[in-house]
């Protein structure tokens, strides 16, 4: 039988997954899964206030459990959060059905694109900082992802068209 891979979006914060996932959605007619969205939902709160309230390590058992459920469905776009990589068997169950890439930037574009944003509890204080130690430190779990697509100076059509033409070439 034939199946549709999902498209799994991975990447720092503010590397454009939530924009170039929407794009994808409307492009494919596959309808796109926010996690963080979805954890906020069916936790009640923000993700700052799980975060604060809960704490990250609770924050990582609802993505991982979310996870496993999303990485058994087919025909999504998945759009995760940033530190998705930490726990590498998320990874590796998004692979099983899913055509994973990774949306790359480097840290300057990262800092002009999340600037005026103070949703993200892990950029709290000087942002510069805690994006260049944060990227250092996860940049290999990026790095060791299969399918990758460099968005700096892109506009996220270009990316989303990057991304798509990858995919049916691994799917065709
Ligand atoms: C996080 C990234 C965020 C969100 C949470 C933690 C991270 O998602 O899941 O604040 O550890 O990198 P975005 O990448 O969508 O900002």
Do not use: W
């Not at 726990?87 to 590796?92: A, I, R």
């Amino acid at each position: 039988m034939q199946t549709t891979k999902n498209i799994v979006l991975i990447g720092f914060m503010g590397t454009g997954k939530t924009t170039v996932g929407t794009l994808l959605s409307e492009r494919t007619g596959m309808p796109l899964v926010d996690m963080d969205s979805l954890i906020e939902a069916r936790a009640g709160k923000a993700i700052s206030a799980i975060f604060a309230e809960d704490g990250e390590p609770r924050f990582r058992e609802y993505e991982r459990e979310l996870t496993i459920e999303l990485a058994q469905l087919e025909g999504q776009i998945i759009s995760t959060g940033g530190g998705i990589v930490v726990n590498p068997n998320n990874v590796t169950d998004f692979s099983k059905k899913g055509f994973v890439v990774c949306l790359l930037a480097s840290a300057e574009e990262i800092l002009k694109r999340v600037k005026h944003d103070e949703s993200r509890p892990l950029l709290a204080g000087d942002k510069q900082q805690k994006i260049v130690e944060l990227l250092e430190q996860r940049r290999p779990l990026y790095e060791a992802i299969e399918h990758s697509v460099h968005t700096d100076g892109k506009e996220p059509k270009q990316v989303a068209d990057e991304i798509f033409s990858a995919y049916k070439q691994c799917t065709s």
